[in-house]
């Protein structure tokens, strides 16, 4: 039998989970036909050389230069071509997974805290590994071409 006002804080606190859903099988199957598209050959460059704005005023590759390729080398299963191209691809596309699956499970009321919390730390975490990755491979002279 119903307490009245539990059972209404408890239908409240669901409701929002409830609604993400759409949301987060929306993001996945997104993933997905990016992931096929990424998949085949040439679908992902860009016509005319690099869309690199650094590199085609400074003749300096960024820290995501590369990374295009180097996900669409994942997507078509060259894992090494993909490392050598860009390492931190492949640390990006798992972290992507694990958000995803995160998500899933606050959603599925088996995680406690919010998984968008952690939005601002993984980025700062990804933005200076990637900082640091730049300025080895540019010492090493291992940056893209």
Not at 12 to 41: E, F, H, Q
Not at 61 to 82: I, M, V
Not at 95 to 102: I, P, S, Y
Not at 118 to 127: D, F, G, Q, V, Y
Request: one cysteine or more; hydrophobic letters at 60%.
């Amino acid at each position: 039998m119903s307490t009245g006002h539990g059972d209404l804080t408890a239908a409240r606190a669901c409701a929002p989970a409830r609604a993400a859903w759409p949301a987060w099988l929306g993001v996945g199957v997104l993933l997905a036909v990016a992931w096929v598209v990424a998949a085949v050959p040439g679908a992902l460059s860009p016509p005319g050389g690099s869309p690199c704005l650094l590199r085609r005023v400074a003749g300096l590759a960024c820290p995501t230069c590369g990374f295009t390729r180097a996900l669409a080398l994942l997507a078509q299963g060259a894992w090494r071509e993909s490392l050598a191209t860009h390492p931190w691809a492949a640390m990006l596309v798992a972290q992507g997974v694990a958000a995803w699956v995160l998500w899933a499970a606050w959603l599925a009321g088996r995680l406690r805290a919010r998984p968008d919390r952690w939005i601002p730390r993984a980025a700062a975490l990804n933005l200076a590994a990637l900082a640091v990755l730049w300025l080895a491979r540019m010492l090493a002279g291992t940056l893209p071409g």
